[in-house]
Each structure stands twice: as C-alpha cells, then as structure tokens.
Nanobody, 119 residues
Framework: QVQLVESGGGLVQVGGSLRLSCAGS????????MGWFRQAPGKEREFVAA????????YYADSVKGRFTISRDNAKNTVYLQMNSLKPEDTAVYYC????????????WGQGTQVTVSS
C-alpha cells in the first residue's frame, strides 16, 4: 500500500516556475514507477511525466518536454516535478501516481494540487 500527498501548487504568472512534490509512504515506495498527471476543467486527465523506480528513465508528454523535469529521491520517498516557462494551458490539478511500470496502469493516486498560470 502506498499513500501519496502532493504539495507545491499555487498561482504563478506566465513564464514562471513551480516545483511540485509528492511524498509517499510505505516501505515499497522505491520499487514503484512514479508519474505526474493533470486534469484541466472540462478536460480528461492527461499524462505529464513519469520516472522509473531506478531513476534511470524519464518520460514526458510532448506538451511539457523541455520545460518540465521529473525527479525522485527514494531515500526521502519523494518525487518532484519542476515546472519552468509555465503557460496558461498548464493550468490544471496535478496528481502524482504510483504503479509497477511507467507505461502501465497506476495503482495509487494522490489527492491533487492546483496549479494556476495567469496571463
């Protein structure tokens, strides 16, 4: 069982930066692939980024490639999403999730954190 709690969301201007954190509980945290997803109002949830349990292997949606960076610290049971050059279309609730594989089904989800980019 893994429990996830996101933090770090907020209001930022266009071009600004935010770093989201996702703290996980459970002794098996480091064995999971971790992903970030987002859901904007009226839209379906979409994949943003993911990282393998071994920290070797990062994956990004085309819309965030080159602007966002996912990383993890297994010693701290935490995964991060550094978001730079933010755009209004990045406005969404961001969720972290844990699963056995980066491209598979994610079994555990956090409650989400709001990111709002103002123009």
């Amino acid at each position: 069982q893994v429990q996830l709690v996101e933090s770090g969301g907020g209001l930022v201007q266009v071009g600004g930066s935010l770093r989201l954190s996702c703290a996980g509980s459970g002794r098996t945290f480091s064995s999971y692939a971790m992903g970030w997803f987002r859901q904007a109002p009226g839209k379906e949830r979409e994949f943003v980024a993911a990282i393998k349990w071994s920290e070797l292997g990062e994956y990004y949606a085309d819309s965030v490639k080159g602007r966002f960076t996912i990383s993890r610290d297994n010693a701290k049971n935490t995964v991060y999403l550094q978001m730079n050059s933010l755009k209004p279309e990045d406005t969404a609730v961001y969720y972290c999730a844990a699963g056995p594989q980066v491209r598979g089904t994610y079994d555990y989800w956090g409650q989400g954190t709001q990111v709002t980019v103002s123009s």
